[in-house]
Structure formats: C-alpha cells, structure tokens
C-alpha cells in the first residue's frame, strides 16, 4: 500500500540552526501538507502546496519557514533559524486532489529537539 | 471561529464497553469531518469520515453521528478492545483539498 514517508525520523539540532526536513509523498498526490504537533498537544497546519506554489499557510508559518519541492518525488520544509519553541512533531501529509474532499494520509513524523 | 472542540481529554473504558468522544465546532463552513486515530510514534491515520447530508455513518465497530443544528459530532467504538487503546483526533475540513482543524485529542484506554 502506498505510503508518506518522512527522513530522518528524529532530528536534534542547536538553536540557531538550520533544519531541513523532508518528506516523499504518494506518487500520484497533487496537495501536499506540512503540520506540528508539539507534544501532547493537537496536530496544526503549517503549510499546504500545490502546483509548486504555496496554496494556504497558518500563522505559525512565518518567514523562518519555507517549504519545497526540489524534484519530482520529494517535498521539504526548511526552518531557517530554529527556536526552541520549534521542538514538535513534524507530520507531512498528502492527498490526490479532485473535486470531492479525499483522505489526507499522513506521514510517520519527524520529531525535532531543538536544544 | 476556527477551532474545534474535542472532550474528554482522556477515557479509560473496559474492555467490551462503549467509547464515545465528542467534538464541537462553530465554523458553519466546515463540510467534511474526519476522525484520525494515532499510535504513539506514528502519524494520524484515517479512521471514519463523514459529511454533514447524512446524521450517521457507521463502519464496523466505529460510528460517527453528527447533529448539524447543534454543531457536534461524536464517535462511538463499540465492543471496546484493547487494541483500540490510541490517541483519537476529530477534524473539520472546510472544503476539498484544504488544511484539516484538528481537535485537541483524546487518549483512550481500554483495560482488560
């Protein structure tokens, strides 16, 4: 069954610096989506592209983040300068795209330690 | 406007009795509302879906109900197993294709 994969699956980094997070959605999906989850707190949207431009973004979705889509597999978000309240999981999330509302297939996460 | 309301925050329910989450929403334009069921160390994956034309969709032991006039939905697991043992999450999705507000989550434990 296909599925969202996500690397590297925990990333731990220094406040400051750079991160680059990365995910490969399903082959034949158009929209594709970045959340966080802090911990033990509820999943929210970051991010969502298509058609290689950003289609909505939330206002957790500041200049520090960018996102991606290098080739034709891959998706990526980027922090630039990260903070430490930047630790979280990070699901990336897909769906086919059509007219009627489709599943989005999530991801296993990237968790983020920013120390 | 955006939120969606999720309780209880944690469940513990014997094994073979009924779990029932309940969530709230106030933004009349959500359309779609899915529930999300996540494992620790995995990402939310799709449990049920409903859309508001119909006031319950049931998918073996799983049932939303929804209450458009009230703004509410509810899952029911019946014959509660301890495999079911997860973290639920409702969602409201405005329109196709479109980022999913997630409620705060409900931990469910099912004991033997």
């Known amino acids: 069954e296909p599925e969202v994969t996500q690397t590297p699956s925990h990333q731990v980094t220094q406040m400051g610096q750079e991160v680059i997070l990365r995910c490969v959605p399903i082959s034949n999906h158009l929209y594709f989506y970045w959340y966080r989850q802090i911990l033990g707190q509820k999943v929210e949207f970051l991010v969502s592209f298509y058609n290689n431009e950003i289609s909505e973004k939330s206002e957790i979705f500041d200049d520090q983040f960018s996102v991606e889509r290098p080739d034709g597999s891959n998706f990526t978000l980027k922090i630039r300068s990260t903070k430490l309240e930047d630790s979280a999981m990070y699901f990336c999330?897909?769906?086919?795209?059509?007219?009627?509302?489709?599943?989005?297939?999530f991801g296993p996460g990237t968790r983020l330690t920013v120390l | 406007q955006q939120q969606v309301k999720q309780s209880p925050q944690s469940l513990i329910v014997q094994k073979g009795g009924i779990s029932i989450i309940n969530c709230a929403y106030e933004?009349?334009?959500?359309?779609?509302f899915p529930w999300y069921q996540q494992f620790p160390g995995k990402g939310p994956a799709l449990l049920i879906a409903?859309?508001?034309?119909?006031s319950e969709k049931k998918e073996g032991r799983f049932t939303i109900s929804f209450n458009k006039s009230a703004k509410q939905f509810s899952l029911h697991i019946m014959d509660s197993q301890p495999g079911d043992s997860a973290t639920y999450f409702c969602?409201?999705?405005?329109?196709?294709?479109?980022?999913?507000?997630f409620g705060k989550g409900t931990r469910l434990s099912v004991i033997a």
């Open positions: 409903i859309r508001p034309d119909v």
């Open positions: 969602a409201a999705e405005a329109s196709g294709n479109t980022p999913l507000v």
């Open positions: 933004n009349t334009a959500f359309d779609y």
């Open positions: 999330a897909s769906n086919e795209g059509g007219w009627s509302y489709n599943e989005q297939f």
